[in-house]
Nanobody, 124 residues
Framework: VQLQASGGGLVQAGGSLRLSCAAS???????MGWFRQAPGKEREFVAT????????YYANSVKDRFTISRDNAKNTVYLQMNSLKPDDTAVYYC???????????????????WGPGTLVTVSS
């Protein structure tokens, strides 16, 4: 399976963007998540969703501003990002995990397939 993320771009602080991540085929997915990597920083967890049941989990830095959702019929996960801040500037990656357990979903290691990333730039 391959992942393709889209929806990145340039936005002013306070604005919104919606990222999409489509899987190329239907496959078993335990979690589908978003991570991001800002210039000069480590990759960090943003949000994840369990396609079966809709359980979601967010990083504290984006909670109440970002919303992750899914459309199982389209094998697609979305990340609605509101009230964007310059600190949200990063390359955003989507990833799927077939084996993660709940206690590990905020770490990148359980995610076994990654998309190429989409750049989000928030200007001040």
């Amino acid at each position: 399976v391959q992942l393709q993320a889209s929806g990145g771009g340039l936005v002013q602080a306070g604005g919104s963007l919606r990222l999409s991540c489509a899987a190329s085929e239907r496959t078993f997915i335990r979690y589908m998540g978003w991570f991001r990597q800002a210039p000069g920083k480590e990759r960090e967890f943003v949000a994840t969703i369990k396609p079966n049941g809709g359980f979601t989990y967010y990083a504290n830095s984006v909670k109440d501003r970002f919303t992750i959702s899914r459309d199982n019929a389209k094998n697609t996960v979305y990340l609605q990002m509101n009230s964007l801040k310059p600190d949200d500037t990063a390359v955003y990656y989507c990833a799927i995990s077939r084996h993660a357990i709940t206690s590990s979903i905020r770490y990148s290691e359980p995610y076994d397939t990654w998309g190429p990333g989409t750049l989000v730039t928030v200007s001040s």
